[in-house]
């Protein structure tokens, strides 16, 4: 495979983790499922024993300087020595951005992407509205992706689904949730993006994205939806995932003005391998929760 998006770094991205359990069989591949997202942070790979439901592997990139988003994946792609290759089993890329809505399924006619999404963000022409349905829910989640980035996933991966992170995080949640379950506020931390969730007996109430840039954005809009949601801080449960640490601001803050506040647990029923015992469980959560999604 080959990316025509930018000229390429000659030099390959930094790996802020390289986890790869021994059982990997890169001669293979049809018996592994592939997942990908990509975002300011940079890219991230994940990579499951289909048989064994067990995540093998579990790589995070660090966005290269100089290199739009569009193109961190086909860069890292380029030097990567599993990326580069087919025959993978099944391929999900999960895209971070803020430009995405849900829709009732019966209400959504393909062909109309840009229409719905225009209500709330208008695409570039270097964008593409896309769709991907939740068949559990039914709920349809239209979303914008950078076109080279949507135009190269299709040529290297024919057979792979794009879908947007919002999804994962949905899918996974609705895995771990109970039926009768109450009203929980879920929070996924990313680079500079809060996504907040609210679910009530395994049916979403509200979703959205939130750009943050201090730890007092980050509790502000926490803070706003519940209070829009008429949830009580010192007495709704908060689960939290994403990239902080026990003893970083934002969790102080946000442990500061929510009294139920926990981290919350890599997706149940499946298996990791001992490789990713030093990853804390609350990280990378809609990574691994892309092998929920269809």
Known sequence: ??????????TAPTALAYLRDETLDASRLAAYNLYLTVGAAG???????????????????AAQPGVPTAAQLPALAAHHDLLSRSGWNKVRLAVHNRAFT??????????????????????????????YRHTGLD??????????????????????RLLHQT?????????????????????????????????????????????FTTPEDLIYYTILVMQELQLNPDQD?????????????????L????????????????????RLNDVTEYRYFDLYALHLCE
Not at 139 to 160: C, E, H, K, M, N
Not at 237 to 253: A, C, N, Q, Y
Request: glycine letters at 4%; charged letters at 20%.
């Open 139 to 160: 709920i349809v989640s239209v979303f914008a992706a950078d076109r080279p980035l949507a135009d190269w996933f299709r040529q290297a991966y024919p057979t792979g």
């Open 1 to 10: 495979m080959s990316a025509t998006l930018v000229p390429l770094p000659s």
């Open 102 to 131: 849900l829709l009732p399924a019966p209400l959504f006619a393909p062909g109309d992407e840009a229409t719905y999404l225009q209500l709330h963000h208008a695409c570039a022409p270097t964008e593409m509205a896309c769709a």
């Open 167 to 211: 999804s994962a995080l949905l899918e996974g949640v609705l895995h771990q949730s109970e039926a009768a379950a109450p009203r929980r506020v879920y929070l996924s931390i990313g680079h500079q993006e809060l996504t907040v969730l609210v679910m009530r007996s395994k049916r979403p109430e509200l979703c959205n994205v939130f750009a």
């Open 43 to 61: 890219v991230r790979v994940g990579i499951a024993d289909v048989q064994r439901n067990k995540f093998v592997a579990l790589e995070d990139y």
């Open 255 to 274: 442990r500061k003005y929510i009294r139920h506040l926990r981290f919350g647990n890599r997706p149940f029923d499946l298996r990791y391998s001992y």
């Open 237 to 253: 449960p908060v689960v939290v995932w994403g990239d902080l640490l026990h003893d970083s601001e934002l969790f102080s803050i």
